[in-house]
């Protein structure tokens, strides 16, 4: 049995869990970004999502909407810095593509991922091949796209894996754009960490409807 | 763990903020629920001037509020920009009806959120220009300009738009003086051990025995070449080399000359290094009018320097030779 | 071996020298064969104000040499003090008639060297008087207080002797007023990593991951212990103690604060530990006047800072308040 | 066969003989002072002595007070710091006391160190047991003094020996005067590097007159 989609509270609950993974890859992710950048990725995400967790508990969400565009403003206003943008400006934008939803099942997740990514692009203007989590999250987009008449289940596993074989691809890439660009050649053979951050995302998002 | 003289190391930015109040004796005031600090007295139809970024570079860039210099900072987690909830706090307490100039070296976290936060300052009918000061000819090649990173020559550009927000009525004109600064100033940095970020205690990047870093960035990022350690003079010789050639220089320039302390380095090596810089523009018949040394822009303790040219023309050097005062910069 | 931007060790004296002149666009000029500088014009009928030391300090003594501070600086090699003769050349070129202020730090080194140089000042006929800062609590008890050195608190007693000998005009009455600075002072510093001294390349001491000297001098001097590392706000609470217990400072006296970076800590550890020694001085109903926050008096890239405390009465506020510039220090 | 006094030629000689091991001994010298004062004794002595060795190429000396005067100069004007006062106010003190000697006897060895000895209490106001140079010194001139029939080489020898012992006791002490002082137990164990230098000049000026 695969599962088509999930209740308002189930969302919640996924966030509390996708909002746990990033704050326990905190010195994952912060080496990541030693590597290439100024070593403070782990740092943000993980204030970022102990203030989504805070928010979950704190405010009354009243649909799938909320539960995403507010996730997107926690972050924001808490994590600051580059990461703080891209990934509130995801988490809003995939939250107004839900206009109200109630559940969260395989066509609003795809609709939600599109929109997300629409506005990651319009806030930082990266392309494919920049070496930033867009090499992660398009491929993802894109995938949910090609399968849109899966479950919700089988989407969430789809678009973690495409965003896996993204994020890994971005070790190919020398750095277009943030504090890694200057690094260039050496950014090679490591990968972005804003990439693993959104691969991190789409896979606690997977695990937790499997595991359902 | 990098040793530091700190408390729980999630609460530096907070209680870093106290202390410099604290140091300011009331000429400076924070902005409610926003980690900023404004002017307390901004004169009514004064154009406003913020500038922010990361924490982890102080003095800059709160300690450059001050009378005839910013009007307010705003300051993110260390070595991240701050959120656009807060630039917008810190907008509405700069606005006066003439609107709010934004200056902050180009990073795309600063870029992203001053921008959000401009558009939310239009939303409530607050206009806002912005400068991004890109002086750093380490980290992009000139055709690419806007590609680069703000480094020490923040201060410059810092110094002529606060002279010039103080006596111009235009945002446009405050602008333009400002945005002229900023493609006037060249800068660039080295390092030879790195700084550490207070919530991980980790350095930021490592580096060998005898090594140095050629054209590090403010927050370590990777520069243009890891090499063997060479004399002063030497590397003074290929920074300028690289900086006169970019603008560039000329024969018969006048410029003000900025060496910037990264953190650790003694002012004995920033004056070694400024005896080098002297004989080379000398040689290049370049003059200097002024000369700033010191820690202006760190990077935590990170042991390195960087060398920036402003260079003048009549109008940028009747602002930079106005009087001046702030925490971390006063000119008489 | 340390790393250092320096070209040939042996030349760093040398170097910094020639740097520092070049720095100061003629607002000081050198004395001819010595390691010194000196004001270009004094007004005949000033009583000359002579500081001075080992190198390595920077900026300290000579960033301090300006108007209304300091008439000339002298400096020896890297932590020792400079020979009778360098003194010698100093005094000679300050001297206008009403004679010259010796002021430095209390060590023996310095003692001797600058008694021999008055000696020689007096069978030229320049007459000469010598105060020594000993701000240090932690260096000996009060009872022997001039066995105490003489570490950042220097910055008040300059500070305040430049003012009164720029506007007094007898040598014994700005050696009655710099004397009562150096009375009114008070010091003590911490160190968690060492200096090094460019010509050994060798760090000045050994310390342990974790491990900070509670009491450190200026030279890395051991201080009265060493211990584990301990959060900010409890080490400002040791250190703040001592110091108030020991001039001693009582609730209604109104102080000015110096906190003195020794070289490599981060401004935001000194703006953190400035939030509690206010905090202390709030308590204890001590008024700050003013704060002077930075990497004034170094101990190469020594890691650490000290918190120095002068206490005002109306004499001392008058001149503590008087404008000042020079390389180091502008006050308007 | 004992030597009873060396020639103005050989007074030279014997100070190139001690210029150089001090210069030899910078390592060392540093080495002791980084273990209980600022690290730089070394360093001091091997400048100071490399201006005594310049200084006895390019000066013409008339006689052996002027050896001892201008070695004395030299040491002052080139180290600063303590031990230019101390070591340049010795030999200087004691270059006035050999009053225009042609050659260096005995007699003239006593009465230098003597005069020596006053001129360092005289600048530095130190004692037996404050843990400086003086330690080493004070025993070697009493030692000379006490032993005032003996030959130029048995006198170098005794003064060599005693300043060794002063020099070893200044382990037993805590220092109470120099860079040292504030040290106080924590000196213990380590001798005082100004004593250390007294002695490497009486054994250097010991084993110059055994060599001829
Ligand atoms: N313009 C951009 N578009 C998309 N993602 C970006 C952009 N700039 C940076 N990023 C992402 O942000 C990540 C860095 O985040 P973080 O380290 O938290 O911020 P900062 O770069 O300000 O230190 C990068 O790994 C990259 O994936
Ligand atoms: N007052 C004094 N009398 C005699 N010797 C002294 C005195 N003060 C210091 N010294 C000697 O000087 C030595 C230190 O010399 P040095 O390290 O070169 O100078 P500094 O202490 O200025 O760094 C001490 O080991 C001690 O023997
Ligand atoms: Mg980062
Ligand atoms: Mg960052
Ligand atoms: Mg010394
Ligand atoms: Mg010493």
């Known amino acids: ?212 | 763990m990098v040793k530091k003289i700190i408390n729980n190391p999630k609460d530096v930015v907070k209680e870093t903020m106290e202390g410099l109040l604290l140091a300011n004796h009331g000429k400076i005031v924070k902005v409610e629920d926003a980690n900023a600090v404004v002017r307390p007295s901004i004169p009514a139809g004064k154009v406003g001037l913020l500038v922010g970024g990361g924490s982890g570079h102080e003095p800059l860039f709160a300690g450059f509020v001050g009378d005839h210099l910013a009007d307010g900072a705003v300051s993110g987690n260390v070595f991240a920009a701050p959120a656009p909830d807060q630039i917008l706090a810190a907008t509405k307490a700069l606005d006066h009806g003439k609107g709010v100039l934004y200056l902050y070296g180009n990073y795309a976290g600063d870029n992203m959120n001053f921008d959000i936060a401009a558009e939310l300052a239009e939303l409530e009918g607050i206009s806002t220009k912005t400068v991004r000061i890109y002086d750093d000819v380490a980290s992009a090649p000139l055709e690419r300009i806007d590609d680069r990173r703000g480094i020490a020559g923040d201060l410059f550009v810092i110094k002529v738009a606060g002279a010039a927000a103080a006596e111009l009525d235009s945002l446009d004109e405050v602008f333009r003086v400002t945005a002229k600064a900023r493609d006037f100033t060249r800068s660039m940095g080295v390092a030879i051990s790195p700084g550490s970020i207070p919530e991980t205690g980790q350095p930021t990047f490592e580096i060998g025995e005898g090594e140095i870093e050629i054209g590090m960035g403010l927050h370590g990022e990777a520069g243009v070449s890891r090499e063997k350690l060479m004399p002063a003079d030497e590397l003074v010789s290929r920074m300028t080399d690289l900086i006169l050639k970019d603008l560039p220089f000329k024969a018969g320039d006048e410029v003000c000359l900025l060496i910037n302390n990264l953190g650790a380095t003694t002012m004995m090596e920033l004056l070694i290094v400024n005896r080098k810089v002297r004989e080379i523009l000398a040689e290049a018949k370049i003059n200097v009018h002024d000369t700033m040394m010191g820690s202006y822009c760190t990077s935590q303790e990170m042991a390195g320097f960087s060398i920036s040219l402003l260079k003048l023309d009549d109008e940028l050097k009747k602002y930079y030779d106005m009087p001046a005062e702030s925490f971390a910069f006063t000119k008489r």
Do not use: C
Not at chain 1, 13 to 31: C, E, G, P, W, Y
Not at chain 1, 84 to 100: D, E, H, P, V
């Open chain 1, 1 to 212: 049995m695969t599962i088509d989609s999930i209740s308002l509270s189930q969302v919640k609950d996924a966030f509390h869990f996708i909002a746990n993974r990033m704050v326990d890859s905190k010195d994952m992710l912060t080496q990541a970004d030693q590597a290439i950048g100024d070593g403070d990725h782990g740092i943000g995400m993980a204030r970022g999502f102990e203030a989504v967790n805070n928010m979950l508990e704190a405010k009354t969400l009243n649909n799938v909407e909320d539960v995403f565009f507010n996730t997107g403003t926690s972050l924001l206003a808490s994590i600051g810095g580059a990461s703080g943008a891209i990934f509130g400006s995801f988490f809003m934008g995939a939250g107004k593509a839900l206009q109200g939803a109630e559940i969260l099942n395989a066509a609003g997740y795809q609709k939600a991922l599109e929109a997300g990514l629409a506005m990651v692009k319009k806030r930082g203007n990266a392309s494919i091949g920049d070496k930033t989590m867009v090499d992660a999250l398009e491929p993802a987009v894109d995938a949910a796209n090609q399968y849109s008449g899966s479950s919700l289940e089988e989407l969430a596993g789809l678009v973690a894996a495409a965003s896996h074989e993204g994020m890994e691809k971005t070790k190919t890439f020398t750095a277009k754009i943030g504090k890694a660009k200057t690094l260039g050649e050496r950014t090679l053979g490591h990968a972005d960490p804003g990439a693993i951050s959104i691969t991190l995302i789409f896979e606690a998002l997977k695990e937790y409807i499997s595991s359902l």
